[in-house]
Each structure stands twice: as structure tokens, then as C-alpha cells.
């Protein structure tokens, strides 16, 4: 299994940029997709980016397209999240998600993943 730890959140303006890590351990790294989800008060978790495992692709929700880039370090086990032009609607706790089955249809999906982080909060002021 792996284990996962974000960092990097905290308060910003709007059209700031912040950049998230997740850093993974336990498990052999390439082994696993890692995806980025938030949640903001009163609301579902919600999909935000994917890097696959096995050619790095990267997908996007519409909602950050164009603003946000996820990458990833296999050297250093760590999967990032580039956030540029930050909105109010942004802010939500960030999750960190893996998981060594999901494909491209269930990307979006919560229960597609079995390890999660902890969490790191991401304010954004208008």
C-alpha cells in the first residue's frame, strides 16, 4: 500500500498561483495513478486532475483547465499541482488520491481510489 502527505496549501489573492505536493510512500510509486480531488464546505469531493502511472498523461477538469498543471517526479516520489489564476471558487481542502486500477472512464471518481492524504487547505480571497 501506499501512503500519501500533501503540502503547500494556504491563504492567497485571487489570481495568485500555488503549487501543491503530494509526496508518496510505502509502495512502489510507478505503480499508481495519482489524482488530485477537493472538497469545499457543504460539498461533494470533486475530481481535479490525473497523472497516469504509466505515460504520465495528464487530464483536467474543466473547471481548472487552462489554469492548473499536474506533473509528476518519480525520482522523488512526488506529484505536484501548479494552480495559476486562482479564483474564490477554488478554495476547497485539496486531497492527494492513488490508486494501481483506475482507468480513464473512473478517473473522476472518489471510489475509484483506495489511498487518500490527509488534506491541505487552499483559501482563496476575493
Request: proline share 2%.
Amino acid at each position: 500500500q501506499v501512503h500519501l502527505v500533501e503540502s503547500g496549501g494556504g491563504l492567497v489573492q485571487t489570481g495568485d498561483s500555488l503549487k501543491l505536493a503530494c509526496l508518496a510512500s510505502g509502495d512502489t510509486f510507478n505503480r499508481y495513478t495519482i489524482s488530485w480531488f477537493r472538497q469545499a464546505p457543504g460539498k461533494d469531493r470533486q475530481f481535479v486532475a490525473t497523472i497516469f502511472r504509466s505515460y504520465g498523461r495528464p487530464y483536467f477538469s474543466d473547471s481548472v483547465k487552462g489554469r492548473f498543471t499536474i506533473s509528476r517526479d518519480s525520482v522523488n516520489n512526488m506529484v505536484y499541482l501548479d494552480m495559476n489564476s486562482l479564483l474564490p471558487e477554488d478554495t476547497a481542502v485539496y486531497y492527494c488520491a492513488a490508486s494501481s486500477t483506475v482507468i480513464l472512464s473512473t478517473i473522476r471518481s472518489a471510489g475509484s481510489y483506495a489511498y487518500w492524504g490527509q488534506g491541505t487547505e487552499v483559501t482563496v480571497a476575493s
